[in-house]
């Protein structure tokens, strides 16, 4: 399994840019690999993003592993605040 990120390149809420730069980064510290989905370019693929995560309203951030949902940015704050991002990865 590989860990996957729905994100958006183009955003004008700051918040959520910072949000998933922070996950980017932390991601690349950890040397942990991962693949990104951009949902800006095809609302088809913004769609798919909020089903598997059961929530017409989600919006990026959204990380999963393979096709295990793993939570949003907040749920990973979490995670790393507490050291579990193994856990939350499902690493």
Same mark, same amino acid.
């Given at each position: 399994m590989s860990i996957i990120i729905y994100y958006t390149s183009v955003s004008s809420n700051l918040k959520?840019?910072?949000?998933? !730069? !922070?996950?980017?980064m932390h991601l690349d510290s950890k040397k942990i690999q991962y693949k990104t989905i951009d949902i800006s370019t095809d609302s088809e693929v913004k769609d798919e993003?909020?089903?598997? %995560? @059961?929530d017409p309203t989600a919006l990026p951030p959204q990380i999963f592993n393979g096709d295990v949902y793993?939570? &949003?940015? &907040?749920?990973?704050?979490e995670a %790393?605040?507490?050291g @579990?991002?193994? &856990?939350?990865?499902?690493?």
């Amino acid at each position: 399994m590989s860990i996957i990120i729905y994100y958006t390149s183009v955003s004008s809420n700051l918040k959520i840019k910072q949000n998933q !730069q !922070q996950i980017f980064m932390h991601l690349d510290s950890k040397k942990i690999q991962y693949k990104t989905i951009d949902i800006s370019t095809d609302s088809e693929v913004k769609d798919e993003m909020r089903r598997k %995560v @059961n929530d017409p309203t989600a919006l990026p951030p959204q990380i999963f592993n393979g096709d295990v949902y793993c939570g &949003d940015y &907040d749920k990973f704050f979490e995670a %790393v605040e507490a050291g @579990n991002e193994k &856990d939350f990865f499902k690493l």
